[in-house]
């Protein structure tokens, strides 16, 4: 760890929102902290309420809610116009017959519809379940059927990929199309909010899958509290941001960061169609002046593989960047701080958990390669084997003292897989392994599963990966456990070189010292493979180390019969 703690990154002069961290964190109630939201005055909630509808009763109406951008097509809404539209769309739903607590899939390109469809369902106190639009037929079947859904909302063209027949619980497919072209009299202005209590269902989503099938985890509206304080503090949301979270919302990033918390801070948000392209990423910040922007590590490795194409982009409108879904590596924040001019700010928190956790806030220093500091309002138990708090320096279990307003309401149909998180009186059990600092960084080591044991030593991958691609030909890595008979296991990496190095014996051997030498001996990998790619999930494009390691294991037994 004295490695990692070298490098501090100051924060940059400015106002934020929370300006003292230490002060915050020993005063703060989740009670206190959300009297801003509507519901605290009026004790009526419902999450689509408090996240558009309350701002138009504000007197915001004719502010900007969303730019959304797709190659040469450029829309914007007002926030009174996203909530007629979402009126539009809630009426019909109640024309349909859905009541409170259906499950109504929302299966739609990243287009304002696609939000808006989540908040109709939501208003009328349905529980929404967004799908990524890159699902193949398997993954919207399985996702569908696994809590019944009974109404699906898609358009012409993905409705390709609804295998009806296979979904028997599905009643009704509303099309975008069809709603768009029924007329709605906004004028009518029906009250269309279904009241709820804090405990109903607000959103399912599945996870990633990135350690087995992908587990339904359900929402209550509740967690608008986290939403909006984790928006307001670790976002930095400011009204006149101008908002970019590049995940679609059938991800819980894309849903609970891209939708609820910034439009709960009243930001303006961008929409942007289309896949991954580093020139339109870019274009997309310098037109729409970008201030506040939130992706992951395999974007910005991404971007960071493209060289200088930075310079060619006016980049000066971004004020405040943040990362989230897998390690973000120092290389990363070092190549952004010192080509970009900006820090990224790693955030880590789970599907399960419903909001930020672990967060790096602008106003406090960067120790790259830690994921930040307990949000105020969550405190972070480092635990061993048997469930006891461990001190600080050591690897344990991430785990954090439950409950609070996020938190997962259940695993749909899986109470078993549900009392799994909290197997120890008082905690939330992650499933990743984590060291916490004196000054309450803490810092990712892996998976509980993907932990390598060799030769007694407990490696973490994240290091020995973040390490690996600082050599400048190593564009991406991942490490896992080979079984070994004398080791129990030894550090193999699998790697991606850069265009320009030809793989040969004496640069994977180079590459091999150059961990030995700047991380230590013992992790550094034994052997090192190159590979044109590496597996990812399907669609979130996290990197399946299992998948790397169940490979070698079944190569390990055949060796053995
Ligand atoms: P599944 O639960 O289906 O196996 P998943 O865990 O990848 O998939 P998510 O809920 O999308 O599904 O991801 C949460 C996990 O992502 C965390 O448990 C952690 O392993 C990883 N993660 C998220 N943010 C970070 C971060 N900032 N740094 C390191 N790891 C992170
Ligand atoms: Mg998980």
Redesign the pocket.
């Known amino acids: 760890m004295s490695d990692l703690e070298t490098k501090i990154i100051s924060p940059v002069p400015g106002s934020y929102n929370l300006a003292n961290y230490q002060e915050t964190k020993a005063s703060f109630t989740w009670e206190d902290t959300a009297q801003e939201l509507s519901f605290h005055k009026t004790g009526k909630l419902n999450a689509a309420y408090e996240t558009v509808d309350r701002h138009v009763d504000e007197g915001y109406g004719d502010k900007i809610a969303l730019h959304y951008v797709n190659d040469d097509e450029h829309r914007t809404l007002t926030f009174k116009e996203v909530k007629d539209k979402t009126d539009h769309y809630a009426r019909i739903l109640l024309n349909n017959g859905v009541t409170k607590g259906d499950r109504v899939f929302i299966f739609l390109p990243k287009t304002p519809e696609c939000y808006i469809s989540i908040l109709a369902v939501i208003k009328i106190g349905a529980i929404a379940g967004p799908l990524f639009e890159a699902f193949m037929e398997d993954a919207v079947k399985d996702r569908i059927n696994d809590c019944q859904g009974t109404v699906l909302i898609t358009d012409n063209e993905l409705v390709k990929r609804v295998p009806k027949k296979d979904i028997p619980s599905l009643e009704t497919i509303l099309f975008t199309e069809e709603i768009e072209a029924t007329p709605y009299d906004s004028s009518r202005q029906e009250d269309l909010v279904e009241w709820v209590d804090e405990d109903d269902g607000l959103i399912i989503h599945y ?6 099938k ?2 339904g985890v359900l929402h209550a509206h509740r967690a608008v509290t986290h939403h909006y304080q984790s928006g307001k503090w670790v976002l930095d949301i400011k009204e006149e941001d101008v908002y970019w979270c590049t995940s679609h919302p059938g ?2 990033t894309g849903s609970v960061y891209g939708l609820f918390a910034p439009w709960l801070n009243r930001a303006t948000i961008v929409i942007q169609g289309g896949r991954f392209s580093a020139e339109k990423w870019y274009q997309l910040i310098e037109d729409l002046k970008v201030t506040t922007w939130y992706s992951a590590p395999t974007a910005f490795r991404m971007l960071m593989s493209q060289g200088d194409l930075y310079k060619s982009y006016d980049l000066s409108s971004i004020r405040h960047v943040l ?6 590596n120092p290389e990363v924040i070092n190549w952004a701080w010192n080509k970009l001019g900006f820090r990224i700010h ?7 958990t419903g909001g930020h956790l672990i967060v790096n806030l602008p106003t406090e220093p960067i120790k790259p390669g830690s ?1 930040g500091r307990p949000f105020p309002g969550i405190e972070v138990g480092i635990l061993d084997a048997e469930g006891n708090e461990l001190p600080h320096g050591s690897v344990g279990q991430l785990a954090i003292r439950a409950p609070w307003p996020g938190l997962m309401k259940e695993i749909w149909g899986n109470k078993d897989k549900f009392d799994s998180y909290f197997q120890y009186e008082g905690w939330y059990i ?3 392994l984590a060291v916490q600092d004196q000054e309450g960084y803490v810092f ?1 080591q892996g ?1 509980d599963d993907d932990m390598i044991n060799s030769a007694g030593e407990r490696i973490g991958p ?1 290091e020995v990966e973040s390490k690996l691609i600082e050599h400048p030909a190593v564009v991406e890595a991942a490490v896992v456990g080979k079984p070994d008979p004398i080791r129990g296991e030894l550090v193999k990496a699998f790697i991606t070189l850069g265009n320009n190095y030809p793989e040969t014996k004496e640069l994977l051997e180079e590459i091999r010292i150059f961990v030995r030498k700047n991380l230590s001996a013992h992790a550094a990998p034994r052997e090192i493979e190159v590979v044109k790619e590496l597996p990812k ?1 399907k669609i ?1 494009g ?1 990197i399946l180390r299992r998948k790397l390691k169940q490979a070698e294991i079944e190569k390990s037994e055949k060796l053995h019969v």
């Open positions: 996870t990633s899958g990135s350690t087995g992908p587990k991800w819980v990362s989230v879904g897998e390690p973000l790693d955030t880590w928190w789970m599907t399960e994921m992650s499933g990743d990712f998976r994240f999930t979130s996290k």
